[in-house]
């Protein structure tokens, strides 16, 4: 109980002192009731259910929600972009091309060259129709001002390189090239769109995750 609560009970005390009885002939059960009285309204003025213990100072409040917090706004943990993994160069090249299976993407044969640490997927439709393209476009891009038509689709393609720094230190840059398919009636094309960095973040997430578990 802070001093603004003392000063409250204090006050409340005070209004109802000419109904507290004082001297021998103390009525308890009178008193007992008055007393819950004055405790129950601080515990409104206070916006506490009385009939509930007072919350731990620690514990999480109602509908809390875990995560990062920024400016109020719940996000996923943001790794730096080039990341670097403590592992040497070997492990992060062999880790690479099993990270991208398992984002359900393609490794890009005639473009990707693993030999030089590059590694560049194929584009990947991660989005359909008018109704929720625009929507899953901004989550991962920001949209060109100038288009102002309807987005019909979404893909994207990542480029991943590889480098050594130590023995045991290797950095990898991630970037996503996203687009979008904007539409009218009379025509549609792909537009670049540039990238909020969820997709890098996402691919050096599960990279990571992968390495740790090795």
Request: aromatic letters at 6%; glycine letters at 6%; one cysteine or more.
């Amino acid at each position: 109980m802070n001093r603004s609560h003392v000063t409250l009970v204090a006050c409340l005390v005070y209004r109802f002192r000419p109904m507290i009885p004082v001297g021998r002939d103390i009525n308890v059960k009178r008193f007992l009731i008055i007393f819950a009285l004055v405790v129950g309204l601080h515990a409104v003025a206070v916006g506490q259910d009385p009939r509930q213990p007072p919350p731990s100072p620690g514990a999480p409040k109602p509908g809390g929600r875990s995560g990062i917090d920024f400016g109020g706004k719940v996000r996923d943990e943001l790794l730096p972009n080039p990341y670097r993994f403590n592992a040497a160069l070997s492990v992060v090249m062999q880790a690479v091309p099993e990270v991208i299976k398992q984002q359900k993407l393609t490794l890009d044969q005639e473009k990707s060259r693993p030999h030089e640490g590059l590694f560049i997927t194929t584009p990947y439709v991660f989005t359909r129709g008018n109704v929720v393209s625009r929507a899953e476009l901004e989550r991962v891009s920001q949209l060109p001002v100038a288009e102002a038509r309807s987005w019909a689709s979404g893909r994207y393609r990542l480029e991943i390189r590889v480098s050594p720094v130590e023995a045991t230190t290797t950095q990898v840059l991630v970037t996503a090239v996203i687009e979008g398919l904007a539409q009218d009636t009379l025509s549609s094309k792909w537009v670049p769109c540039v990238s909020l960095g969820v997709l890098e973040n996402d691919l050096l997430k599960a990279l990571r995750n992968y390495i740790d578990l090795q």
